[in-house]
């Protein structure tokens, strides 16, 4: 499961252009929608302050 | 672990690494540029969303200095000016923004009688012509030390908001030098957002034989004897060394300290670069159908003085209708927290914006839709530090450089910063190292 750090993210946004159902949203801090997230991890590496992780 | 080798290798593809990355492949070095994330150009790169182009960062370059350095290394860019003009609004009035003398005719519009609009002036003019005004005070203690005018006051506070820092928050003396070195007086965008620009520069880049490498992270900054020799990343999954003669990092410089390693850098630098610090920006990328009343026939709208937030509305569309699907228009606002320093409380910054852009857009909630709330902060901020507060491109490791907005010299600001730094990096390399 991808996790978004809290503290780490600073809501710049540019996941979201890297997810293909659009599951990252949230106004600012990211947040994730967890019906949509089909756990792809398309998103991972995507993070310029790696905010994103996989989490088991 | 697999080598391979270069002249020079460059940690990140912003401004700062490409601009250096494109010179000194001109200059027959090899270079390797590595990034970590999936695009390419940092804070000056443009993403897509269902059609509509979204940038990164920068939402405007100018061809005195962006397009200059295109041409200089052969890399082909559009670049479109707004043909129709920028609207200021002073005290809920319009105003074309002035296409010759910008700065007598913009105080004319904010001053009360032709006495105070000469003042003004006269006081701007000496900033300029005559005595840079002290670092020591802020550029909003300058204005009031000759007007109490908030529309005055006002012109000088929108215009560092831009760059994402108050009035109160900018030294005077950056300010003023900003305009005497790094200004460019025509803005301007490619039709596709401005990650074009950095595209271009990467398509030069290639073309003269360097490489760029996407979803490639730096690991290490090699070092012998206290000087650089190459960098580790991890390509395709793999350790892999790339030697080379000098690095170059345009990765924030915390990251370039903690790549060498601490011990390698003085107890001077290491402090200077704690203190490096990004500037923040709450950017609405919104979605319309039409023009909204009051941005009919101008492609933005200066908000001077009566917002709380917003600043500016930006219409892309205007210029490049290319950034917004098929009858749609891309419009972006832009708002400033009260304090550029942290901590920041964006709930209620954005909170704020709302009910600017509410009391700005008529029929806001019904014509207008909010796509993304994009905010920018620490090392992903509008500017990479505070104006004024910058490090040399020289770190205390031998042949480690560093490039970009926060390594410029006072007065260079955002991509500008970036590729002034670049230049620089460009030109020291190419007289202590020969490519190989």
């Known amino acids: 499961m991808v996790i978004v750090d809290a503290e780490s993210c600073i809501g710049c946004g540019i996941c979201t252009h890297f997810c293909p159902v659009d599951a990252l949203g949230g106004w600012g801090i990211i947040e994730i929608d967890r019906e949509a997230c089909t756990d792809c991890r398309e998103c991972v590496g995507t993070c310029p302050m790696d905010a994103l992780e996989v989490k088991s | ?436």
């Open chain 2, 1 to 436: 672990m697999k080598q391979v080798k270069c002249d020079v290798a460059i940690i990140g593809s912003g401004v700062g690494g490409t601009t250096s990355a494109a010179l000194l492949s001109k200059a027959g070095y090899k270079v390797i540029v590595v990034e970590k994330l999936p695009f390419l150009g940092g804070r000056m790169a443009t993403l897509d969303h269902h059609g509509f182009k979204i940038n990164t960062g920068a939402a405007m370059i100018g061809d005195e200095i962006h397009g200059k350095l295109c041409r200089e290394v052969g890399a082909s860019l559009e670049l479109r000016s707004p043909e129709s003009t920028f609207t200021f609004r002073f005290r809920g009035k319009d105003y074309p923004s002035p296409h010759k003398s910008f700065w007598k005719t913009i105080l004319s519009y904010a001053a009360r009688d032709d006495a105070e609009a000469e003042r003004a002036y006269r006081a701007f003019k000496n900033g300029i012509m005559w005595q840079e005004p002290s670092y020591s005070m802020s550029l909003d203690q300058w204005g009031r030390h000759f007007t109490d005018n908030p529309s005055i006051l006002g012109i000088f506070h929108f215009l560092v908001l831009g760059i994402g820092i108050n009035s109160y928050e900018i030294p005077a003396g950056e300010f003023f030098r900003q305009i005497t070195e790094g200004a460019v007086m025509t803005w301007a965008s490619p039709p596709l957002g401005c990650g074009q620009f950095s595209e271009a520069l990467v398509g030069a880049i290639e073309r003269m034989g360097g490489e760029v490498w996407s979803r490639c992270q730096a690991l290490q900054i090699k070092t012998k004897d206290g000087a650089a020799t190459g960098i580790v990343v991890q390509k395709d999954g793999e350790a892999l060394e790339i030697t080379a003669q000098a690095v170059i990092s345009n990765a924030p410089p915390r990251k370039t300290v903690e790549l060498a390693g601490r011990p390698l850098f003085d107890p001077g630098y290491l402090k200077d670069a704690a203190a490096i610090q990004g500037t923040p920006m709450i950017c609405f990328k919104m979605a319309t159908d039409k023009q909204f009343k009051g941005l009919e026939g101008s492609s933005s709208l200066s908000l001077v003085e009566q917002n709380r937030r917003i600043f500016l509305i930006l219409d892309y569309s205007s210029i490049c209708p290319e950034m917004a699907p098929k009858g749609k228009r891309l419009l972006e606002a832009a708002a400033v927290p009260v304090s550029i320093r942290p901590p920041y409380d964006f709930k209620k910054e954005v909170a704020l914006a709302m009910q600017d852009l509410r009391n700005t857009i008529p029929d806001f909630e019904r014509d207008v839709k909010i796509l993304r709330i994009n905010i920018a902060q620490g090392d992903w901020g509008v500017m990479g530090t505070l104006p004024g507060q910058t490090l040399p491109i020289k770190t205390p490791v031998y042949g480690l450089y560093t490039a970009g907005d926060r390594s410029a010299p006072k007065g260079w600001w955002c991509s500008l910063a970036a590729i002034k730094s670049g230049r620089l990096v460009a030109e020291d390399i190419q007289k202590r190292f020969k490519p190989a």
